[in-house]
């Protein structure tokens, strides 16, 4: 999926000379099937800085929703799917705008996603078979099939403090912050799904130091989280998709900063059922004795 968006930079701030640097961060991503076609829609979050015609460093940081489709073909709104991102790539260009001034950005979003569709289909199985006036034999083999145990999104809320090392310049205002979602383990425990992982939480911001304006800095955010899954069982399949829904970062001070998370679990489970089906018949015509035994 290619997503382009054009931004304009507010009256305020001066003209671009170079882009210095970038960053793009995308969260809450949400998916909805249609006819033909699977809509992803989410929020991109971008800091630019960049260098003025006087030279100087300015920055500037806004959030844009967007949408766009992937091509499914045979899918449709009442299917079962799953969409998992990965990989994503991003691009930020200076154009001149209808002024020929050097205040717009073209902001490219591209996304490379794992898409799958389940349909739900009700199939006739023979399980037996009988007669009045012959015998049967029946030969019958196992069959197997899944089923849907649940479709289920979970949200964890972390919030934590963190502080600049001694040895790090202290913050005069952020300027941006980013995170990134790692799942590290993943466990089948009773009637659930078991998921632990971290987040990692980048911020970026100027320094009240001339020589070195701006800095960047991280911490990181443990969480646990049990998705219910009655029914799972070890042997059974499930698709796991984790990613950022929200993002909050406070000033406290200089040296101080807090971070809000918000995280979205999406879980698909299956389950495996397993029967017998009569695959052959054979046909034993019943003899004098035989019949006396039958019920009237």
């Given at each position: 999926?290619?997503?382009?968006?054009?931004?304009?930079?507010?009256?305020?701030?001066?003209?671009?000379?170079?882009?210095v640097?970038?960053?793009?961060?995308?969260?809450?991503?949400?998916?909805?099937?249609?006819?033909h076609r699977?809509?992803?829609r989410?929020?991109?979050?971008?800091?630019?800085?960049?260098?003025i015609?006087?030279?100087?460093?300015?920055?500037?940081?806004?959030?844009?929703?967007?949408?766009?489709?992937?091509?499914?073909e045979?899918?449709?709104?009442?299917?079962?799917?799953?969409?998992?991102?990965?990989?994503?790539?991003?691009?930020?260009?200076?154009?001149?705008?209808?002024?020929?001034?050097?205040?717009?950005?073209?902001l490219?979003?591209?996304?490379?996603?794992?898409?799958r569709?389940?349909?739900?289909?009700?199939?006739?199985?023979?399980?037996?078979?009988?007669?009045?006036?012959?015998?049967?034999?029946?030969?019958?083999?196992?069959?197997?099939?899944?089923?849907?145990?649940?479709?289920?999104?979970?949200?964890?809320?972390?919030?934590?403090?963190?502080?600049?090392?001694?040895?790090?310049?202290?913050?005069?205002?952020?300027?941006?912050?980013?995170?990134k979602?790692?799942?590290?383990?993943?466990?089948?425990?009773?009637?659930?799904?078991?998921?632990?992982?971290?987040?990692?939480?980048?911020?970026?911001?100027a320094?009240?130091?001339?020589?070195?304006?701006?800095?960047?800095?991280?911490?990181?955010?443990?969480?646990?989280?049990?998705?219910?899954?009655?029914?799972?069982?070890?042997e059974?399949?499930?698709?796991?998709?984790?990613?950022?829904?929200?993002?909050?970062?406070?000033?406290?001070?200089?040296?101080?900063?807090?971070?809000?998370?918000?995280?979205?679990?999406?879980?698909?489970?299956?389950?495996?059922?397993?029967?017998?089906?009569?695959?052959?018949?054979?046909?034993?015509?019943?003899?004098?004795?035989?019949?006396?035994?039958?019920?009237?």
């Open positions: 999926l290619r997503v382009k968006e054009m931004i304009m930079i507010p009256n305020t701030k001066s003209n671009i000379r170079e882009i640097s970038y960053d793009v961060d995308v969260r809450g991503l949400e998916y909805y099937g249609e006819e699977v809509e992803m989410g929020e991109a979050f971008f800091c630019v800085i960049y260098r015609e006087e030279g100087q460093l300015e920055w500037y940081d806004a959030s844009i929703p967007f949408s766009g489709y992937f091509d499914a045979g899918c449709k709104a009442s299917d079962l799917y799953y969409v998992k991102v990965l990989s994503k790539e991003y691009g930020l260009e200076i154009i001149g705008d209808n002024d020929g001034e050097m205040r717009a950005l073209e490219e979003l591209l996304f490379s996603v794992d898409m569709c389940w349909e739900e289909v009700s199939v006739p199985v023979l399980m037996d078979a009988y007669a009045l006036d012959r015998n049967l034999v029946l030969e019958r083999e196992p069959m197997n099939f899944k089923k849907l145990l649940v479709k289920n999104t979970a949200k964890l809320r972390l919030n934590e403090n963190f502080q600049v090392d001694d040895a790090e310049e202290k913050i005069l205002q952020i300027c941006s912050y980013h995170g979602v790692c799942v590290e383990h993943t466990e089948v425990v009773e009637n659930g799904l078991e998921v632990l992982g971290i987040v990692t939480v980048y911020v970026m911001y320094t009240p130091e001339d020589g070195f304006p701006m800095a960047c800095v991280s911490g990181q955010l443990a969480f646990e989280q049990v998705v219910d899954v009655p029914g799972l069982k070890k059974d399949c499930f698709y796991l998709e984790c990613g950022l829904d929200q993002l909050q970062v406070n000033l406290l001070d200089s040296i101080e900063y807090e971070a809000k998370v918000s995280i979205k679990i999406d879980v698909m489970a299956f389950g495996t059922e397993k029967i017998e089906r009569v695959i052959n018949m054979e046909e034993i015509p019943l003899d004098g004795n035989g019949l006396q035994d039958y019920p009237g």
